[in-house]
């Protein structure tokens, strides 16, 4: 069964530019989140999606924001892009949603890096 | 102030050691914490999970909660080279199906010398 997917792996972007994010979940899972890792904040939830709807959103402001089609694959947009969104961003699948009732499985992140 | 507090090492310990993880936190509201284990370049892997307070063991692995100290830790028996990774505790309120949130800790650097 393949797992989480993730494109592209690596991204550079100047300040002031936008930015999207592609995930493809395991196949059959219906949840998708997101989440962005630093080095000093660490994992931080965006949101998930689940049937196409948001259902739950993290602290970020309204530069970040996401979709999901009906195949279940999610995609994250930021807009205006800061040096601070510099961070790795990583995606996570599960079969339905509740972070803590099925487990999430991990893609592999993208790395943006905001010059 | 975090709500979740975690040492982020790094930490270095001989092959066979006993290794203690741990991490506090501040929302009494928490009730499900998860250890999660992240290799360099990948994404983190669920290792272990408990709801509310207690002891959990998978093999060389014990969870433990103590939730009169907002306080779990995560044990490893018989340390392996390729236990080395970073680890990320995660922990989440029990909410109405589907809105949960985990938080996480910023996650502790281990590396087990052989």
């Known amino acids: 069964k393949a797992g989480v997917t993730q494109t592209p792996r690596y991204l550079i972007k100047t300040r002031g530019q936008q930015v999207t994010l592609s995930c493809s979940p395991i196949?059959?899972?219906?949840?998708v989140s997101w989440y962005q890792q630093t080095p000093g904040q660490g994992l931080q939830f965006l949101f998930e999606?689940?049937?196409?709807?948001?259902?739950n959103k993290g602290n970020f402001p309204g530069r970040f924001s996401g979709r999901q089609f009906s195949n279940s694959r999610s995609e994250m947009n930021v807009s205006t892009l800061e040096l601070g969104d510099s961070a790795l961003y990583l995606c996570?699948?599960?079969?339905?949603?509740?972070?803590?009732?099925?487990?999430?499985?991990f893609g592999p992140g993208t790395r943006l890096t905001v010059t | 102030q975090k709500e979740v507090e975690q040492d982020p090492g790094p930490l270095s310990v001989p092959e066979g050691a006993i290794v203690s993880l741990n991490c506090t936190y501040s929302?009494?509201?928490?009730?499900?914490f998860m250890w999660y284990r992240q290799y360099s370049r990948k994404g983190p892997e669920l290792l272990m999970y408990?709801?509310?307070?207690g002891n959990k063991e998978d093999g060389r692995f014990t969870a433990q909660v103590d939730k009169s100290s907002k306080y779990i830790s995560l044990f490893i028996r018989d340390s392996q080279p390729s236990d080395s990774a970073t680890y990320l505790c995660?922990?989440?309120?029990?909410?109405?199906?589907?809105?949960?949130?985990?938080?996480f800790g910023t996650g502790t650097r281990l590396t087990i010398i052989p």
């Open positions: 995660a922990m989440s309120p029990v909410g109405n199906f589907g809105n949960e949130k985990l938080t």
């Open positions: 929302n009494s509201a928490f009730q499900y």
């Open positions: 996570a699948s599960s079969l339905q949603s509740g972070a803590f009732t099925y487990e999430q499985y």
């Open positions: 196949s059959g899972h219906r949840s």
């Open positions: 999606y689940f049937s196409e709807t948001q259902r």
């Open positions: 408990t709801y509310s307070s």
